[in-house]
């Protein structure tokens, strides 16, 4: 990699820090060809369908099986802690998606507005990905105190009791009790309400990383997470803070990159989390230290879009894995809608 770098440097003093960082992160060249699958892969997001199935009885105008669907949205559900970029990546997703040059309005608004303790989120906050509006990007408060009540919010976002707009804290008398535990509490009557992919958002630049009470809180919630049937999903934010510092230290951004996954791997290990389904981003924003992060017709654009389009649909394929499963399990039978 440092090779990489330093011929890249030599071949054009003036090619700015986040080209390196694209290179680094993904190996894809920017070609005609590219940018074709990346237009197709948008393409596939802004006409989704969520999953459906047919019963035997036919439609008696048209006498076509009758199609039901097993979810009328699909829900992705991000969650971490404060500062971890849970918004900005909801509104990279957003922006590379629809190829837009902004954020989502009230993704903006969090954003511009962080309360005293840092949190931007508050509230159950739903962006939808594309124009129908079928696939649903929920936003959450970020977790700080790592208490029983930050735990009783996520099993209530888990359980699908959040709707949009809701404020997220308080306590509740039903989640002082172990009764989140019960199978009965993960039981959704209504699966267009639930979570369909849990993505764990975490800053790769924060240190210590992943350590002490934080990682007790995510080890128990990956846990249960994992016990109903949800796939595992983590998105390691700040890439390119890393980058910066290897740089600045003079270090192996490659060997850095690896030491995170690594991390997050080795903590996770009995949750059947997998490398591929670790991900490493920086996400869309204005400038931090002197380093604004992406605009259109910057070196280095492309590659960046296509990391959030594959993303989008890698979460919407589990998505779609998920409510399937659930479908299965809880209805044997077509009922007629």
Same mark, same amino acid.
């Given at each position: ?14 090619? &700015? ?9 993904? &190996? ?42 097993? $979810? ?8 971490? &802690? ?38 931007? $989120? ?10 129908? %509006? ?77 350590? %002490? ?13 994992? +016990? ?53 981003? $920086?996400?869309?924003?204005? %400038? ?40 299965? +399990? ?8």
């Amino acid at each position: 990699f440092r090779k990489m770098a330093d011929s890249l440097s030599q071949q054009n003093q003036s090619l &700015p820090f986040f080209y390196n960082l694209t290179v680094a992160l993904s &190996p894809d060249l920017e070609t005609e060809e590219e940018e074709l699958i990346i237009e197709e892969r948008r393409r596939s997001i802004k006409s989704y369908v969520p999953p459906y199935t047919t019963c035997e009885t036919t439609n008696l105008m048209s006498g076509d099986p009758t199609v039901v669907p097993m $979810t009328t949205k699909t829900n992705l559900v991000f969650i971490g &802690p404060v500062g971890s970029g849970k918004s900005s990546l909801i509104g990279s997703l957003y922006r590379a998606v629809n190829k837009l040059d902004r954020f989502p309005d009230r993704v903006q608004q969090t954003l511009n507005h962080p309360d005293m303790e840092g949190h931007g $989120t508050l509230h159950w906050l739903d962006s939808p990905l594309n124009q129908s %509006g079928n696939i649903v990007l929920q936003d959450t408060r970020g977790h700080q105190a790592f208490d029983d009540q930050e735990r009783s919010t996520h099993y209530k976002a888990l359980r699908g009791f959040y709707r949009d707009g809701t404020e997220m804290g308080g306590s509740d008398s039903i989640f002082s009790k172990d009764w989140w535990r019960q199978k009965w509490f993960w039981q959704r009557a209504n699966l267009s309400e639930s979570p369909h992919c849990i993505v764990y958002v975490f800053d790769g630049s924060a240190e210590p990383f992943l350590d %002490g009470e934080s990682l007790e809180h995510y080890r128990e919630l990956f846990q249960l997470s994992t +016990e109903y049937g949800y796939e595992p999903v983590v998105v390691i934010t700040c890439a390119d803070l890393m980058y910066q510092e290897a740089e600045m230290k003079r270090e192996n951004f490659e060997v850095k990159k690896a030491r995170k996954l690594d991390k997050v791997l080795f903590e996770f290990e009995r949750q059947n989390l997998t490398r591929q389904s670790i991900y490493l981003v $920086t996400n869309f924003h204005d %400038g931090r230290r002197g380093c604004k992060m992406w605009s259109e017709g910057d070196e280095g654009y492309l590659v960046a879009n296509k990391i959030f389009v594959d993303l989008a649909r890698d979460l919407v394929n589990i998505a779609d894995r998920f409510i399937k499963r659930k479908y299965n +399990e809880t209805r044997r039978t077509c009922v007629l809608l």
